[in-house]
């Protein structure tokens, strides 16, 4: 088996309230691999730390009022960035691993031109002369499927529309081949149509580039269809980990039942839509046991005691629930 | 005065106006600019700018267009505080000098003073604002308390102490006590735009591309922020004019016979019955500059601000207190109740 490419480990980013309400534990414990060239999608509800980790890796987490406890690791390329020296961070961040932000037009700097920032990266990491990096920009603007890169490369992000506006985001992250793609929400704040464009501009630069993403969504039917393994996290912590098809096929942890339950879908019988009782705990008090006993429909003692361990499901599939261990506690089998 | 004076004037103005021409062709490819410029929108802001452009350029060409040397005592006896006449557009003074050359000389000095105590203020107090605001945290918490006793301190005093180390001080001392007490409000106007950029989400994805904490701020943060400097700026230039003329007057500023539009004041006020028009040009025209100083940050405020941009200068910036060097910071009346009528 190859190496991965990033492995987080035990990744726990808290954020202490200066009002003294409690430390929000934002990320507890999550623990994923990507590998080299594969897309990861991140699933969850808003609020279950998704982009808290997504910032943490870059280390670009607030501090304060957040900070990443000493024991997390998150290990690109064998190093561990959460050791690394700001100067050392810097030559990876936009180099070798770059970012895409869910909201293009508050990404973009209004007062630069859009070749301005395109290059920024590589003028930053390859320091490039201005002329080089015009060039670069126009090619890149080109790559990402922006007609008459020659003209846009001087506009301002308020002359572009919404679905440029993303392209040109992409274009900057990539702009350095980075080896790591970190996606997040790429394709919220855009129209249905818009959005089918992003994510196969994403998918074919991804083959050409070779490089791995790590895409950050709360959309099953965008993870359905751009990733090749799914981790779906759940107040703060990863609680299932399988290959897209495994986990739509047979979802291991009773939360991913419930996501996938509450996708409207064509093909079935009309019936009424189905919603995960509850809500997400606030990350400042996560139920004690399994996180998710709250709002389990199969939940008994030990879960309200216990946390349970990502527990494997199959080869290549965990999951963090008692069931696994104890199968025949689902509700509606019998004992 | 000769025709070459006067061709010197009239090619000044018309430089002045090309000049202002320019700056407006540059300024109709950006937004700000385009609501600078509209027509009918900011008409005090845009004939300030032509004030201020054609006294500029009157300062600059002083030596062409000034009909006599500016110290020159022309004929102690026969030309003492003689009225306005066609050799001597603006009369001269109690030492038989031609007003009008110092009018245009004294430009020079009280532009030049206004222009670089300006530039001083506004990049010390954008560097500390900046400073401040992008660290927050102790460094914050230290420029800021600094900036705390820079205020509190009166600036006349300061001033004053200084004048004493100098038996004449010189153009460049003075230039740089002003610059450098003027600057408390600038950065603390900064440290308020950079703490609200910072938080920008550009801010993050430029971190997130791994551009250093220099790079953020100078082309991601500052440059958000410049509305509200270029309108201190240009507020500044009148304020530091003013002050400079305040101290010139009060003899410690600009020396004799080196004419500043302060100390022209102050050599003439002896003599105001017998030749007023000798206080009255050095007046007028540092009010003229001031005023046009004020209408031009008015307007710039509107135009970078583009919740503002329709509604056109209805209001002329209020003077700060600061601008009354006898003053003081409290008023008194501001607070009493008003009675009803």
Redesign the interface.
């Known amino acids: 088996m190859t190496e991965p490419l990033l492995r987080v480990r035990d990744l726990r980013t808290y954020f202490v309230s200066e009002r003294g309400s409690g430390t929000a534990r934002a990320a507890d414990g999550v623990s994923f691999d990507v590998f080299p060239g594969e897309t990861l999608g991140i699933v969850g509800e808003s609020g279950c730390g998704k982009s808290v980790t997504s910032l943490s890796i ?1 280390r ?1 987490v607030p501090e304060p009022p957040g900070h990443i406890l000493p024991g997390s690791l998150i290990e690109f390329e064998g190093r561990n960035l959460l050791t690394l020296a700001p100067r050392e961070l ?6 070798r691993i ?2 895409v ?1 869910q ?1 293009p037009l ?7 031109t859009v070749g301005d920032q395109i290059a ?2 590589a003028v ?2 390859q320091r490039l002369s201005r002329r080089a990096a015009r060039a670069r920009a126009v090619e890149m603007l080109a790559q990402v499927g922006i007609a008459d890169p020659g003209t846009r490369v001087d506009q301002y992000p308020h002359e572009l529309s919404g679905g440029m506006r993303q392209r040109v ?1 992409i274009a ?2 990539l702009v350095c081949h980075p080896q790591l793609l970190i996606a997040d929400e790429p394709t919220t704040a855009l129209d249905v149509t818009i959005q089918a464009q992003i994510l196969e501009l994403l998918d074919r630069l991804q083959t050409e580039l070779g490089m791995a993403v790590m895409l950050i969504t709360h959309d099953l039917g965008i993870v359905a269809g751009q990733a090749d393994r799914v981790a779906v996290m759940y107040a703060g912590q990863v609680v299932e980990c399988a290959t897209t098809k495994d986990l739509f096929a047979q979802p291991g942890h009773p939360y991913t039942e419930g996501l996938l339950a509450s996708v409207p879908r064509l093909d079935r019988p009309r019936e009424r839509l189905h919603a995960i009782p509850g809500q997400v705990p606030a990350a400042t008090a996560w139920p004690a046991g399994c996180r998710f006993h709250p709002r389990c429909p199969h939940a008994w003692d030990r879960c309200r005691a216990e946390e349970p361990p990502l527990l494997d499901v199959a080869l290549g599939h965990t999951a963090r629930c008692w069931l696994v261990a104890e199968p025949a506690r689902r509700a509606g089998t019998a004992p | 005065m000769a025709a070459a004076s006067w061709l010197a004037l009239g090619a000044a103005l018309l430089a002045a106006w090309l000049g202002v021409a320019a700056i407006r062709r540059a300024a109709l490819t950006t937004n700000a600019g385009r609501a600078f410029f509209t027509p009918g929108a900011h008409a005090p802001a845009r004939w300030g700018l032509l004030l201020l452009a054609a006294a500029a350029a009157l300062a600059l060409a002083a030596p062409l267009v000034a009909p006599y040397a500016p110290t020159a005592q022309l004929d102690i006896v026969g030309l003492q505080n003689r009225p306005p006449s066609f050799a001597h557009p603006l009369g001269t003074d109690l030492y038989s000098r031609d007003v009008w050359s110092r009018l245009l000389y004294g430009a020079r000095v009280s532009l030049a003073v206004g222009a670089l105590g300006m530039v001083i203020a506004v990049t010390v107090g954008t560097a500390v604002g900046a400073a401040a605001g992008y660290w927050r945290g102790a460094v914050d918490a230290v420029l800021m308390r600094l900036v705390d006793v820079g205020l509190s301190v009166p600036r006349i005093f300061v001033l004053l102490v200084l004048a004493g180390l100098w038996e004449r001080m010189p153009l460049g001392v003075l230039v740089l006590a002003i610059g450098l007490t003027s600057w408390f409000g600038t950065s603390r106007l900064v440290r308020a735009e950079v703490l609200a950029a910072r938080e920008r989400e550009f801010v993050q994805a430029a971190r997130a591309m791994g551009a250093g904490p220099a790079r953020i701020v100078l082309r991601h943060v500052l440059p958000n922020a410049a509305g509200p400097i270029f309108v201190t700026a240009a507020l500044g230039t009148g304020v530091v004019m003013l002050l400079e003329s305040g101290l010139s007057f009060l003899g410690i500023g600009v020396a004799a016979p080196l004419p500043s539009w302060g100390n022209m004041i102050a050599d003439a006020k002896d003599s105001v019955r017998a030749a007023p028009w000798s206080v009255l040009a050095p007046g007028l025209a540092i009010g003229l500059v001031v005023t046009a100083c004020a209408a031009v940050a008015d307007g710039l405020r509107d135009a970078l601000d583009p919740r503002r941009a329709r509604r056109g200068a209805e209001q002329l910036a209020p003077f700060p207190a600061s601008w009354d060097l006898s003053a003081p910071m409290h008023d008194p009346t501001a607070d009493a109740p008003r009675s009803r009528a």
């Open positions: 870059l670009l810097r030559a990876i961040r936009g180099n770059a970012m932000f909201e508050t990404s973009l700097n209004p007062v630069l920024e990266a930053v990491h985001m900057m992250a």
